[in-house]
């Protein structure tokens, strides 16, 4: 007699190979995978034309857990080579879900350029306040006051505030949830899945081993509590004003535009000087 | 369980509650505790067993309580638990 494995429903859009996953307990990178196939499995998504691309990090380890076309790109790199993906075949659906350490820090250039031109990628940003992966050096979002290996007196840079960042670069779509608002989330990435230009959802994410034992939340569950006590829904609300602070974090969707995409006018401009040309 | 209403709803008959059919995964689960913190009705609690990575999973304290909403499917970090309705012809 064979014996019957119990089967997730969301199973198949995960490589059994590579699963259970690496993250520690409570990580809040499988709240953000688990929301994503859910969003996917909503949506019945055509998995062909569907391509997850990653950089470094605790995150980027998404590129090989899902099971569609993905990349796990160098450190920085993911929103370069989406570019390069969707501009070669603009029928495919390009997500980048990286870590703010990976889109911010060393990809920060590539994030606000891709966000000026307005290509059609979608950008998941898990925010998780420092480098998790390496030992949790703090990076750009580490809150200020913050202890990390790298500040054992506290973080005194100024940190970024990711969703007031996308807003002024020119995403047309902008959202920030916590691992907590999953239901939010979700129908966040649904719509992100079904836009056409660049855009952008930031995910503020527990990272209870490195980050949160540091500051005086030793479990998961303890950073959860924190999320659920400090946001604050407020939709449409100025992105400037939505900073994380340890008593705040302003959640909710912040923008909401149509603009011409970069691989739309690229192909108009291809066609007008083919036809100058007589071609 | 019988509900009281103020009124008796005109479909009360017709109307079957759906049943809810817990499933966990004890093998994946990591012990968070997310489920057993986030359930609206409670219906978890940590069980003294342990499974195959040292801790200890969910167990169910009343599955009759459950009312579908899904929540510990979504907030599940390691796709360790899923709720499905009952399919059940008539009675159980």
């Known amino acids: ?279 | 369980m019988s509900v009281k209403f103020w009124r008796t709803p005109l479909d009360s008959e017709k109307v079957v509650k759906p049943k809810a059919e817990i499933h966990i995964i004890k093998d994946q689960c990591k012990g968070c505790g997310y489920c057993i913190q986030y359930c609206p009705k409670k219906v978890f609690e940590e069980s003294e067993e342990i499974n195959a990575r040292g801790v200890h999973p969910p167990k169910i304290v009343d599955e009759k309580k459950c009312i579908i909403c899904s929540f510990c499917t979504a907030i599940c970090p390691d796709f360790a638990i899923y709720v499905k309705e009952k399919q059940c012809k008539d009675g159980c």
């Not at chain 1, 912040?254 to 040309?277: A, C, H, Q, V, Y």
């Open chain 1, 1 to 279: 007699m064979t014996e019957v494995v119990e089967q997730h429903p969301f199973a198949k859009y995960l490589r059994e190979a590579m699963m259970p996953h690496i993250w520690c307990t409570g990580c809040g990178n499988g709240i953000i995978l688990n929301a994503f196939v859910h969003a996917l499995d909503e949506l019945q998504i055509d998995l062909d034309k569907l391509v997850v691309v990653s950089g470094i990090g605790c995150i980027g380890r998404t590129a090989g857990y899902t099971n569609v076309d993905s990349f796990h790109t160098t450190h920085g790199r993911p929103i370069a080579f989406a570019t390069g993906v969707k501009l070669a075949n603009p029928e495919l659906e390009v997500v980048v879900i990286s870590g703010d350490g990976d889109l911010f820090a060393i990809g920060g250039n590539h994030f606000i350029h891709a966000a000026r031109r307005n290509i059609g990628i979608k950008v998941i940003c898990a925010n998780n306040f420092n480098y998790g992966m390496t030992g949790g050096q703090f990076g750009p979002t580490t809150p200020l006051k913050a202890s990390t290996p790298t500040t054992p007196y506290g973080n005194i840079e100024h940190p970024f505030n990711l969703v007031h960042l996308a807003a002024a670069s020119g995403a047309t779509y902008v959202a920030r949830w916590t691992t907590l608002h999953v239901r939010m989330l979700t129908a966040s990435i649904k719509k992100l899945l079904q836009r056409k230009g660049f855009s952008f959802i930031e995910v503020v994410s527990q990272c209870p081993e490195i980050f949160g034992r540091r500051n005086k939340m030793r479990t998961a569950l303890e950073m959860m509590e924190w999320f659920k006590k400090a946001a604050v829904i407020a939709n449409f609300s100025d992105p400037a004003k939505a900073e994380i602070t340890p008593e705040k974090i302003v959640v909710g969707e912040f923008l909401d535009l149509e603009k011409p995409t970069f691989e739309e006018l690229l192909r108009e401009k291809m066609n007008e000087i083919s036809k100058e040309n007589g071609e």
